[in-house]
């Protein structure tokens, strides 16, 4: 009896030791979950003293977001919905508009699928680009300059323009004067009146 008494004392004593080193010990230091959950109701879960949070496989957050400091994020990411930042923003690199897609900047827009591409400003002007054609277009009146790899062409209202191309100068859409009215010049010369306006004179 003494003996099996000395037995029971000695599992009780380790007993106790191990209690003691579970009060003492910090109680989820080293531990893991294996097909559970933890769950915070209405607490906080905080890493600080140079600790971090590691995760393998996939992060789900449902609400507000904040994060205060440097946000560093290295590999490709998707962001999808609209979102507004406040703040200067470098980009090293390309930037890549797909689609249909447009850039504004104030009222200003950087549209890729009018006239071939363009550059609308507000009130009406616009740089535009039709396969070798690039155009700058002063909306309103319908005034522009066309360039294209051999002819540069400045275009007023009233159909009148002045043409640079492979054979010359073409000026189109004169105005006309009659030969008796300016001293009588003759039919087809071209001149330059007193106020600098240029004019063809006709029979």
């Known amino acids: 009896m003494l003996s099996n008494l000395a037995d ?3 599992w009780i004593a380790r007993l106790i030791r191990r209690i003691e080193r579970i009060e003492s010990g910090a109680l989820l230091e080293n531990s893991s979950i294996t097909g559970g959950r933890m ?5 906080l879960l905080r890493i600080d003293s140079g600790g971090r949070v590691e995760i393998v496989g996939t992060l789900q957050i449902d609400g507000t977001t904040n994060v205060t400091g440097t ?14 930042i406040t703040g200067n923003v470098t980009v090293t ?9 447009r850039i504004k900047v104030g009222n200003m827009v950087l549209d890729p699928s009018s006239n071939g591409g363009s550059i609308k400003f507000a009130g009406g002007p616009e740089v535009y680009a039709s396969g070798l054609e690039l155009s700058l277009y002063s909306g309103g009146a319908g005034s522009f300059i066309s360039l294209l790899p051999n002819l540069v ?15 010359g100068f073409q000026l189109v859409g004169l105005p006309t004067k009659t030969s008796a009215s300016v001293g009588g010049l003759p039919a087809g010369v071209v001149h330059v009146d007193a106020a600098g306006t240029l004019f063809r004179v006709v029979a």
């Not at 690199?93 to 897609?101: L, M, Q, R, S, Y």
């Not at 062409?153 to 054979?167: H, L, Q, Y």
């Open 39 to 43: 769950r915070f109701i209405g607490g």
């Open 93 to 101: 690199g390309d930037i890549n508009v797909t689609g249909t897609g």
């Open 8 to 10: 029971a004392w000695g």
């Open 153 to 167: 062409k400045i275009n007023g209202p009233g159909a009148r323009w002045f043409e640079v191309n492979s054979t």
């Open 71 to 84: 946000f560093n994020l290295d590999g490709p990411w998707n962001l999808d919905g609209n979102g507004n």
